[in-house]
C-alpha cells in the first residue's frame, strides 16, 4: 500500500477532535448589589466584613429605619433613684443599650454613680459589648440572642426586680414572660424606631438591589411598603426575630445564621450572592 493511502486509511480512523468544555459562567459578581437596610451609619462593620470576604461585591447604604427620643424615657432616672434597685436590666439590643447609657450618665454622671449597681442582662454579643464598654456589669445572657430565650432563662435574683428600657416598638414577649414566671418588671420606652427618609434616587437603587438584608422587624415593614417587587428578593437577616416578620410579609426566600452576629450574618449574606449568581448563570 502506498504511503499516502496508508495516511489517508489512518486519518480516518482517527478520534473527532473533542469539543471544547462549555463551562456555566456566573454572573459577575460587581453586577450584585446588597442593600444594607439598618439605621445611617450602623451598616459600616457589615460593609467593611462583606468587603473583606468579597472585596468585588456592590453594596448600597439604603437605611429603613432611624430613632427618635420619646417623653417616657425621662422616667428611667426616677425608677433607678426609687428605694431597692433593681435585680437586672434587661437590654436587648445596641441601640437600646447606647440610649440606656446615655440616659444614666445624662442623669447621674456616670453608671458608677447610680444609687445601686447595675446588672445587666443581654440580649447578643453585640448588645453586651456596648454595655461592658460603658461600664455595666453583664451578668446574664441567654442560651440564643432572643428575647423569649431570655424570658425563659434569667435566673431568679433577689427580689426578682426587673427594669426593661425598651424601644417603644419592642413586642411585650419579654415582659409577659417574665411576669409569668414571678418577675415584677417595670417597661420604660427610651426610643421609638421610626421610618428613614430616602433621598432622591434610593427608591431606584432598592429596586435594582440583588440581596437585601434587615436587622430588624421595623426594616422589614419599611423595605415593603417602599419596595415593590420586595417579596420576590433573597434576603439575609441578622437573626431569627426579622426572618419571622419577613415571613409573616410574604418573603418566600429568607435565611439568617444560627448565631447572630456580623460574621455569621456576612456568610449568609455571600450564600444568597452564591445562590443568584447560579440562578443567572
Not at 88 to 97: F, G, K, L, N, Q
Not at 153 to 160: I, S, V
Amino acid at each position: 500500500i502506498s504511503p499516502l493511502l496508508l495516511a489517508a486509511a489512518l486519518l480516518a480512523l482517527a478520534p473527532a477532535p473533542a469539543a471544547p468544555l462549555r463551562t456555566a459562567r456566573l454572573r459577575p459578581t460587581a453586577s450584585l448589589t446588597v442593600a444594607l437596610t439598618r439605621e445611617l451609619g450602623k451598616n459600616e462593620k457589615l460593609r467593611a466584613r462583606l468587603a473583606e470576604l468579597r472585596p468585588e461585591l456592590a453594596t448600597a447604604e439604603l437605611p429603613c429605619i432611624a430613632h427618635a427620643a420619646v417623653p417616657t424615657a425621662a422616667e428611667v432616672a426616677p425608677a433607678l433613684s426609687a428605694g431597692g434597685g433593681f435585680d437586672y436590666v434587661i437590654i436587648t439590643s445596641p441601640e437600646a443599650a447606647d440610649t440606656f447609657l446615655r440616659l444614666v450618665c445624662e442623669a447621674f454622671g456616670g453608671v458608677e454613680a447610680t444609687p445601686t449597681p447595675l446588672r445587666a442582662a443581654a440580649v447578643g454579643d453585640a448588645t453586651a459589648a456596648v454595655l461592658e464598654a460603658g461600664g455595666v456589669e453583664v451578668a446574664f445572657r441567654p442560651s440564643r440572642a432572643l428575647g423569649k430565650v431570655l424570658a425563659a432563662e434569667l435566673p431568679a435574683a433577689g427580689g426578682n426586680r426587673v427594669l426593661y428600657p425598651a424601644s417603644a416598638r419592642a413586642a411585650t414577649t419579654i415582659q409577659e414572660g417574665l411576669a409569668g414566671r414571678g418577675f415584677e418588671v417595670t417597661r420604660i420606652n427610651t426610643y421609638d424606631t421610626v421610618p428613614a427618609d430616602w433621598g432622591a434616587g434610593a427608591a431606584e437603587a432598592a429596586a435594582q438591589a440583588s440581596v437585601v438584608t434587615f436587622a430588624s422587624p421595623s426594616a422589614v415593614k419599611v423595605w415593603t411598603e417602599r419596595v415593590p417587587r420586595a417579596r420576590d428578593m433573597p434576603v439575609a437577616c441578622i437573626g431569627e426575630t426579622s426572618a419571622k416578620r419577613c415571613r409573616e410579609l410574604g418573603y418566600a426566600n429568607v435565611h439568617f445564621p444560627d448565631k447572630p452576629g456580623i460574621d455569621g450574618w456576612a456568610e449568609t449574606i455571600l450564600k444568597c450572592v452564591a445562590a443568584v449568581e447560579t440562578k443567572t448563570a
